[in-house]
T-cell receptor, first 111, second 114 residues
Framework: SQQGEEDPQALSIQEGENATMNCSYK?????LQWYRQNSGRGLVHLIL?????REKHSGRLRVTLDTSKKSSSLLITASRAADTASYFC???????????FGKGTRLSVIA | NAGVTQTPKFQVLKTGQSMTLQCAQD?????MSWYRQDPGMGLRLIHY???????DQGEVPNGYNVSRSTTEDFPLRLLSAAPSQTSVYFC?????????????FGSGTQLSVL
């Protein structure tokens, strides 16, 4: 069963704009992770935020976590055509449970 | 440092055939897992292993078999292929399973069952 659900399913923006994707989940978590998948490739880990953290930055990425609302958001600032990919959130209900992935958001950045 | 290596990259099978998807990692990771990715379904966990000699079922284990005889290798066996097993298969590993550390993914195997 899906633990995390991303929203929107698809997003199309112009180069230079910011892109925001959201993830909602159902149970308490140990941490939440975001991954990127370029077409025809494997997933690549972007960022991990633990349940006791509220915000984390990595380069042009900003992730927030609201455990009271069971939701997270991924913000990509000043997007580039190379950011075109699918983005997945992944959660685990506890430290001894495998990660469960959502269905992903397809981001298209138009040059 | 190769990371996670999957072979083959592409495979076509006939219904009823069996085959093994190979996965190897050279990072001394304890945890290894297999996911399948279908359009509109995201990634679903098939089987996973927290160390050599230990395996467990994920969300969609039926029709698949795994073993973990070494830390490096985690093959996925399709016992009798069915068209419903047409999918892209990903192997992933991580160093410390107990803290849900980040996963490293292979490049995938695209399988078609006719």
């Amino acid at each position: 069963s899906q633990q995390g659900e991303e929203d929107p399913q698809a997003l199309s923006i112009q180069e230079g704009e910011n892109a925001t994707m959201n993830c909602s989940y159902k149970t308490s978590i140990n941490n939440l992770q975001w991954y990127r998948q370029n077409s025809g490739r494997g997933l690549v880990h972007l960022i991990l935020i633990r349940s006791n953290e509220r915000e984390k930055h990595s380069g042009r990425l900003r992730v927030t976590l609201d455990t009271s609302k069971k939701s997270s958001s991924l913000l990509i600032t000043a997007s580039r055509a190379a950011d075109t990919a699918s983005y997945f959130c992944a959660t685990a209900p506890s430290g001894n449970t495998p990660l469960v992935f959502g269905k992903g958001t397809r981001l298209s950045v138009i040059a | 440092n190769a990371g996670v290596t999957q072979t083959p990259k592409f495979q076509v099978l006939k219904t009823g055939q069996s085959m093994t998807l190979q996965c190897a990692q050279d990072m001394n990771h304890e945890y290894m897992s297999w996911y399948r990715q279908d359009p509109g379904m995201g990634l679903r966990l098939i089987h996973y292993s927290v160390g050599a000699g230990i395996t467990d079922q994920g969300e969609v284990p039926n029709g698949y078999n795994v073993s973990r005889s070494t830390t490096e290798d985690f093959p996925l066996r399709l016992l009798s292929a069915a068209p419903s097993q047409t999918s892209v298969y990903f192997c992933a590993s991580s160093y410390d399973y107990r803290d849900n550390e980040k996963l490293f993914f292979g490049s995938g195997t695209q399988l078609s069952v006719l």
